[in-house]
């Protein structure tokens, strides 16, 4: 189970899953621990999927498909029969799930509005790299390069190294998944209201963006944080990863100067890391303080932040 409770909150709602690889069948297995029943409609062919990705079928099938049923039209059936039996099927579902690339459903015979006109409580949910318009629609791609268009990608590794390669994919779940898992609940409470579906275009670019959250905001203070030297991408001793003396690592995540003061205490680290630590700390302090604010400038009187304002490097 994906999501940490015995709710069967979507009981009663028939999703039509038409997707393939990891973000679409990952919402899915979410949408089924909520309780709705999800069909699978999947191509004849073996075709690259999350069912036959590496390293492991036996093992990665079962986390992404629970209370699933397949659906896949005989080898033998016509594209137009195929199409026909799908519409047929969108009759009586509630939530579509595609990741073709924008277009691919409207050459069909499928895209939202054809599907809508007959059944206009139905939520699509379109999943793709860059959204269903723009110069970069109809752009392939995968996880990685939707973390690196997003600014994601520079926020890992070192300092002195190339961005690191994140071990997650963080486009396909929280990017692609979570954010359409959002958007459908939203849909499904939106349509409980004006008996409306509607078409959910959920770039994985632009969710995940939302990674930059912080960033944006230390860049719109004027105090952005080179890789690998910020307070939580390790440039300070207290919120790093340590190699241990048996070959593994260890996390140490103790931001407050008592929690890693007693840290040191219990490893028998030198106080002299403590007090360095605080020095640092006093010199960061000392330097947003004496930053000027960005909107000074501008105002006839100079700046008139208040004292704890300048030292956040935030404006008036």
């Not at 969108?90 to 939530?95: G, M, P, V």
């Not at 969710?207 to 307070?231: H, N, Q, S, W």
Request: net charge positive; aromatic share 6%.
């Amino acid at each position: 189970m994906l999501v940490p409770t015995t709710s069967e909150s979507l009981a009663g709602l028939r999703v039509l899953d038409l997707s393939r690889l990891l973000p679409g069948p990952y919402l899915t297995r979410i949408l089924a621990d909520l309780g709705a029943d999800i069909v699978k409609v999947e191509a004849p062919e073996a075709a690259i999927s999350c069912a036959t990705c590496r390293p492991s079928s036996a093992n990665t099938a079962p986390v992404l498909r629970r209370s699933t049923t397949a659906s896949a039209p005989s080898p033998w059936t016509s594209a137009r029969r195929s199409v026909a039996i799908f519409r047929a099927m969108a009759l009586q579902a509630d939530i579509v799930v595609e990741s073709f690339r924008p277009g691919v459903l409207d050459r069909l015979g499928l895209g939202y509005a054809t599907l809508a006109a007959r059944n206009p409580r139905l939520i699509v949910c379109s999943i793709s790299g860059y959204g269903q318009s723009g110069a970069l629609c109809a752009a392939p791609g995968h996880d990685l390069g939707y973390a690196a268009r997003a600014g994601v990608l520079a926020l890992f590794g070192p300092a002195d190294r190339a961005p690191q390669v994140p071990g997650a994919q963080l486009a396909d779940i929280a990017g692609g998944a979570l954010t359409s898992a959002i958007g459908i609940l939203a849909a499904v409470i939106e349509r409980g209201r004006t008996g409306r579906g509607q078409h959910l275009d959920v770039s994985m670019t632009r969710g995940a963006a939302a990674f930059l959250a912080m960033e944006l905001a230390r860049r719109c203070a004027g105090t952005p944080e080179p890789r690998g030297e910020g307070l939580l991408s390790g440039g300070v001793p207290c919120y790093r990863v340590y190699r241990t003396r048996d070959g593994r690592y260890m996390a140490l995540g103790a931001l407050e100067p008592k929690f890693f003061a007693d840290f040191c205490a219990r490893a028998g680290a030198p106080t002299s890391v403590t007090k360095a630590w605080r020095g640092a700390r006093r010199a960061r302090r000392s330097s947003a303080s004496s930053r000027p604010c960005s909107r000074a400038a501008t105002r006839p009187n100079g700046c008139r932040c208040s004292k704890a304002a300048r030292a956040a490097a935030s404006p008036c």
